[in-house]
């Protein structure tokens, strides 16, 4: 294991850059940090390239486990004026994983799936991950112009549930009507209660855009309009207090 101790290590520059999402396209990687989350990845089969360890992280057994998962040649020590540098969080627990992105081929073909249509906040897409995966929900598509999975902070926020994701871009909503689903839409217009609403045996769930919704051409296309009935005087619940709630509602059955 080596020391690293400038901000002009090669290491270091491409860890920064990975913040960018040009950048995690270019090189095909990714990083996460916190303890639980990295030993959440070593349960999956994502491969990590190499470990950032700040000089005053002290967890054997996590580390003994990278050792044996990566080598001791891909772990760094690093100045702890350096880590921070590199850091996302305020309070880092000191140690990060920059991994390989994962090509997904097929779906699981599941009983229920998520699609996201356009989302932006970080921290709503990695919760509805964290959320959907909590309720053995493996597979989610999302519509071009949603936020990148693989940013920092999506990836942060699902807590180590991206690891057991299968991410897809979907072009065209047909092919999920063609695998046998149909689509449930949340939304406020022309919609029913979503108690008891969820009643196929294959369901996509559309989650749609934090200020606009879901599209106009993806709801032309819904089978239902499924929507939370409010008692209080909140006008709006935020998207993934929301979708948490109607995937408690679609898996209950």
């Given at each position: 294991m080596k020391m690293i101790q400038s901000n002009d290590n090669k290491y270091i520059k491409l860890v920064k850059s990975l913040q960018n999402k040009?950048?995690?396209?270019?090189?095909?990687l990714?990083?996460?940090?916190?303890?639980?989350?990295?030993?959440?990845?070593?349960?999956s089969d994502y491969m990590?390239?190499?470990?950032?360890?700040?000089e005053d992280f002290v967890n054997d057994k996590l580390l003994e486990a990278l050792r044996d998962k990566v080598g001791d040649e891909n772990i760094f020590f690093v100045k702890t004026a350096v880590f921070d540098i590199i850091s996302d969080t305020v309070n880092s627990q000191g140690i990060m994983a920059i991994y390989e992105k994962k090509e997904f081929f097929k779906p699981l073909n599941s009983k229920y799936i998520l699609i996201l249509d356009r989302l932006q906040d970080p921290g709503n897409i990695g919760t509805i991950l964290r959320t959907a995966e909590a309720k053995?929900?493996?597979?989610?598509?999302?519509?071009?112009?949603?936020?990148?999975?693989?940013?920092?902070?999506?990836?942060?926020?699902?807590?180590?549930?991206?690891?057991?994701?299968?991410?897809?871009m979907l072009d065209d909503v047909q092919m999920i009507k063609d695998l046998g689903y149909k689509l449930y839409s949340s939304s406020?217009?022309?919609?029913?209660?979503?108690?008891?609403?969820?009643?196929?045996?294959?369901?996509?769930?559309?989650?749609g855009n934090e200020a606009n919704g879901i599209s106009d051409e993806l709801l032309s296309v819904s089978d239902k309009k499924i929507k939370i009935s409010m008692q209080g005087?909140?006008?709006?619940?935020?998207?993934?207090?929301?979708?948490?709630?109607?995937?408690?509602?679609?898996?209950?059955?």
């Open positions: 040009k950048y995690r396209e270019k090189y095909n990714f990083f996460d940090e916190g303890v639980k989350n990295i030993e959440l990845s070593l349960k990590i390239k190499f470990v950032m360890i700040r053995g929900i493996n597979d989610i598509y999302y519509i071009k112009g949603t936020a990148d999975f693989f940013s920092p902070k999506v990836v942060r926020a699902t807590m180590g549930s991206i690891y057991f994701m299968n991410m897809f406020l217009k022309n919609a029913v209660n979503c108690v008891n609403a969820f009643t196929d045996d294959k369901i996509a769930l559309i989650i005087n909140a006008q709006s619940l935020n998207v993934s207090v929301a979708t948490a709630m109607l995937i408690y509602e679609m898996t209950r059955k």
